[in-house]
């Protein structure tokens, strides 16, 4: 049973930066891709960025060139770096799979609140 783990939220001024990881239990970590997701308050839970096992990327139009997702296989841990963040990018951040298919169950995620 996959667990996760997200952390590194917190309140930032509009323009700031965070760096939100995502620790994978397993030793499955390495074959499948893993994805951010957020869910604002009164909204759907959307894809924000994935990164595939080889490490290809891709992010939805309104994060591309401010985000940024990684990963490290040998930490079981995928990263989300946020830059140049905006208001609308308030929400609870989570991760999961990435075009697996199907979805682990959820974390608790990490609360990213960027206003001045």
């Known amino acids: 049973q996959v667990q996760l783990v997200e952390s590194g939220g917190g309140l930032v001024q509009p323009g700031g930066s965070l760096r939100l990881s995502c620790v994978v239990s397993?030793?499955?970590?390495?074959?499948?891709?893993w994805g951010w997701y957020r869910q604002a308050p009164g909204k759907e839970r959307d894809l924000v960025a994935g990164?595939?096992?080889?490490?290809?990327?891709d992010y939805t139009d309104s994060v591309k060139g401010r985000f940024t997702i990684s990963r490290d296989n040998a930490k079981n841990t995928v990263y989300l770096q946020m830059n140049s963040l905006k208001p609308e990018d308030t929400a609870v951040y989570y991760c999961?799979?990435?075009?697996?298919?199907?979805?682990?169950?959820w974390g608790q995620g990490t609360q990213v609140s960027v206003s001045l």
């Open positions: 397993g030793s499955m970590f390495r074959i499948y891709g």
């Open positions: 999961n799979y990435y075009r697996r298919g199907v979805y682990a169950s």
């Open positions: 990164i595939t096992s080889g490490g290809s990327t």
